[in-house]
């Protein structure tokens, strides 16, 4: 009996140190050296927020064009909309792209997060709220795009606001 909980705490030491090691520096090849910084001081802090009136079976909104010799990091993104009752949203998007009216680049889904009961809304309609950290990398001269798509007529005073916060730092 003894001997048998040496050799399994042996294991466990054994595999411990193998996790370690495998984690490294998040760099792939396993290597345990420093981990590189999460966040850079933030000396150019962008924060966003643009509304729409919501119609159709969806919303874009252009929120930020990168400036050359700059790359926006994106934090944080959140959105609120007051649509009919009968209608929901089916996801939000936030992406990158070169031309607006084109593909984009990179896209991140963000789902609907919490419907509600709005009292500051038209009669009929319903509140979507939804806030996530996010991590996304813009590069200069690239747009950053906000989309909503809707399932049903979202009705005649639909809103939809995002809100987008993050950094820029130089895109040496």
Same mark, same amino acid.
């Given at each position: 009996m003894f001997k048998l909980k040496i050799a399994s705490a042996a294991f466990a030491l054994l595999a411990l140190s193998q996790l370690?090691?495998?984690?490294? &520096?998040?760099? @792939? &090849? @396993?290597?345990?050296t420093a981990p590189a910084p /999460? !966040?850079?001081?933030? !000396?150019q802090p962008v924060q966003i927020n643009m509304s729409a009136t919501a119609s159709g079976g969806y919303?874009?909104? /252009? +929120?930020?064009? /990168?400036?050359?010799?700059?790359? $926006?990091?994106?934090?944080?993104f959140s959105s609120e909309a007051a649509i009919a009752s009968t209608a929901t949203i089916q996801r939000?998007? $936030?992406? !990158?792209?070169?031309?607006?009216? @084109?593909?984009s680049n990179f896209v991140h889904f963000v789902s609907p997060g919490t419907v509600l009961v709005c009292s500051a809304c038209y009669t009929g309609q319903s509140?979507?709220?939804?806030?996530?950290?996010?991590? +996304?990398? /813009?590069?200069? @001269?690239?747009? $950053?795009?906000?989309n909503a798509s809707y399932n049903g007529a979202v009705g005649p005073n639909a809103f939809i606001a995002f809100a987008i916060s993050g950094y820029l730092i130089n895109a040496n």
């Open positions: 370690a090691s495998a984690q490294g &520096n998040g760099n @792939g &090849n @396993g290597n345990n /999460v !966040t850079q001081s933030v !000396t919303t874009n909104i /252009v +929120m930020y064009t /990168v400036p050359a010799g700059k790359r $926006l990091v994106v934090e944080h939000y998007a $936030l992406a !990158t792209t070169t031309n607006p009216q @084109g593909s509140e979507t709220i939804a806030s996530q950290p996010i991590r +996304m990398y /813009v590069e200069p @001269g690239q747009y $950053l795009v906000a």
